[in-house]
């Protein structure tokens, strides 16, 4: 168990929907990173947030959002579902920079 | 920008024998290097990580990993394969920028253990 929790652990929804997927960072970590594992694309980084604020931006779609909370907690957005979304979101968390990241279980997504 | 290759999608051992999964990764910056495992419905778990120091790189479960700078290359070994090995391994590089340490994973291997 590393800590990190994610909710749902699965969700089935259908093209055109928006989801919100949770992330609760290990106690203590400011950084949540979020990452998308697709069969096609492999292990791809999203969004970065520290301490509330947007730190770094990768392969994310202008359909996606993400923002973290007072209590670090963390929250993707993803609207106008594609089938293509479909995939594992995983969020990882961090204490500083160079320390290591620490995965979430994922949320399995399913876009029919 | 850094990147990782993982040479090849599969890899099947026989219990007992040596595993070695490859991965060399390109960076303009020192790197920090990593291998997670990934089980059937889990998240990923990390397995090592080199940043600065020893170049040879010990972790759970009996595995190492050697960095070698001037071969690019930070392949991940275990003397004998067990049958609980059997998962999907990813490498993976970082470099810190500001506050940011994004990992950038190669395309994994999947690892097979034979009775």
């Known amino acids: 168990d590393s800590g990190v929790t994610q909710t749902p652990k699965h969700l089935i929804t259908a093209t055109g929907q928006r989801v919100t997927l949770r992330c609760s960072p290990r106690s203590g970590d400011l950084s949540v990173y979020w990452y998308q594992q697709s069969l096609d694309q492999g292990l791809q980084f999203l969004i970065q947030?520290?301490?509330?604020?947007?730190?770094a931006k990768g392969n994310i779609l202008e359909r996606f959002s993400a923002q973290q909370f007072p209590d670090l907690h963390s929250e993707l957005n993803l609207s106008s579902l594609e089938l293509g979304d479909s995939a594992l979101y995983f969020c990882a968390s961090q204490r500083a920079v160079e320390e290591t990241q620490y995965f979430g279980p994922g949320t399995r997504l399913l876009v029919l | 920008a850094q990147s990782v290759t993982q040479l090849g999608s599969h890899v099947s051992v026989s219990e007992g024998a040596l595993v070695l999964l490859r991965c060399n990764y390109s960076s303009s910056v020192p790197p920090y290097l990593f291998w997670y495992v990934q089980y059937p419905n889990q998240g990923l778990q990390l397995l090592l990580k080199y940043t600065t120091g020893a170049t040879l790189v010990k972790g759970i479960n009996g595995f190492e990993a050697e960095f070698k700078k001037s071969e690019t290359s930070f392949h991940l070994t275990k003397p004998s394969a067990h049958m609980s090995d059997a998962a999907e391994y990813f490498c993976a590089v970082s470099v810190i920028t500001g506050a940011n340490s994004k990992l950038t994973f190669g395309k994994g291997i999947t690892l097979s253990v034979r009775p």
């Open positions: 947030y520290y301490n509330g604020e947007e730190r």
